[in-house]
């Protein structure tokens, strides 16, 4: 028996209007668990990472610095208001649709994002999706260690993690598999997949996408 096809999805940008790594990082000052001076930093990397410069071990100790010390349910007494306050209202309901679409179908839906699993697992549950890639968090004495556990799932690291997740599920290879993204930091797996979809791409990935002749879905923001 065939493997269903698979359709890979990004978060930030393409499921979201927002980039949830940046927004958390607002809420932790917005409920003062983080100092207001932060906020240059956060526009900082923001900027970086949409050009394609991002740092990204500097940027990820900057972003799990909040949660060293903390347990699991700490951290998620955190992140969850901040996914019901900030993030819900912040999914575009037409990329809603567009997994839908791929599930009527009876495609696996796999959801593949930079933003660190303390993150995405949350909005992933909210999103009813079971397959989840995020930048894996270390944890020593059930504590949050501040550190990530290499490969990051930015760009090379995004497709090696994705890479591994097929084999652990029986696929062999790209053929079938649709990609979703916003961003040209996905670009390696774009280059892989036998559909790269470019959703609202920033202007790097969408002159590739142009030139390379993949689709270019533009979403409305609403």
């Known amino acids: 028996m065939s493997k269903p096809d698979l359709a890979i999805f990004d978060l930030d940008n393409t499921i979201l209007n927002c ?13 003062n668990l983080l100092d207001e001076t932060v906020k240059s930093k956060n526009d900082k990397f923001i900027k970086d ?11 990820t100790k900057f972003a799990l610095k909040p949660y060293e010390g903390k ?9 969850l208001p901040f996914v019901k306050r900030i993030i819900e209202p912040m999914i575009n309901v037409f990329a809603l649709k567009l997994i839908h679409d791929h599930r009527d179908k009876g495609h696996t839906i796999l959801l593949a994002s930079a933003t660190n699993e303390l993150i995405v ?20 004495d059930n504590k949050c260690s ?22 652990a599920h029986q696929y062999s290879n790209f053929s079938g598999v649709t990609f979703y993204s916003d961003s040209i930091n996905d670009l390696p797996l774009m280059e892989v997949v036998q559909f790269p ?9 969408e002159a590739i996408a142009n030139e390379r002749g993949w689709e270019v879905i533009y979403l409305p923001i609403i």
């Not at 979809?197 to 990935?205: G, Q, R, S, T, Y």
Request: without cysteine; hydrophobic residues 40%; proline residues 5%.
């Open 19 to 31: 980039d949830s790594d940046y927004s958390m990082i607002n809420y932790l000052v917005e409920i």
């Open 71 to 79: 347990t699991k349910d700490e951290i998620n007494e955190i992140i």
């Open 197 to 205: 979809k470019a959703v609202n791409p920033d202007i790097k990935l």
């Open 121 to 140: 697992k949350p909005i992933a549950q909210r999103l009813d999706i079971n397959h989840v890639i995020g930048t894996k968090v270390e944890f020593k």
């Open 146 to 167: 501040g550190e990530f556990i290499p490969p990051s799932a930015l760009g090379k690291g995004k497709l090696k993690l994705v890479e591994a997740w097929m084999r």
């Open 49 to 59: 990472y949409q050009r394609g410069q991002l740092d990204f071990n500097q940027y």
